[in-house]
């Protein structure tokens, strides 16, 4: 995927500081954490927000494999599973004829 360099124009310095940063401790796990719960936590300090998800999907067959999130219901989260295989992009990846973890 190519990104137009204009569009890195609209970032300060100290955004691209923080990207890198992020980038960073993404790519940096430790090898008794799992990467759900690690990108979990990393990106939950980059993007505070009430309601924060990192998920894994199987797409053959398309199923909800785990979670980790905060400020959802256990009904939120059965109601997700019951109707995850419409969202769009499942639809897109299964089109493409991927069948890997997304």
Do not use: W
């Not at 310095?13 to 690690?38: A, C, M, W």
């Not at 939950?44 to 998920?55: K, M, Q, T, W, Y």
């Not at 067959?61 to 979670?67: I, L, T, Y």
Request: glycine share 4%; charged share 15%; aromatic share 10%.
């Amino acid at each position: 995927m190519k990104v137009s360099s204009a569009k890195y124009k609209q970032l300060s310095s100290g955004d691209i500081e923080q990207l890198v940063k992020l980038s960073e401790r993404i790519h940096y796990v430790s090898p008794n954490e799992s990467f759900l719960n690690h990108s979990f936590v990393v990106m939950g300090d980059a993007l505070p927000c009430i309601f924060f998800s990192v998920e894994s999907y199987s797409l053959n067959p398309v199923s909800f494999e785990q979670a980790v999130t905060a400020g959802f219901s256990s009904e939120d989260i059965l109601t997700y599973r019951a109707h995850m295989h419409q969202h769009p992009v499942v639809h897109h990846f299964q089109s493409a004829g991927l069948d890997a973890v997304c």
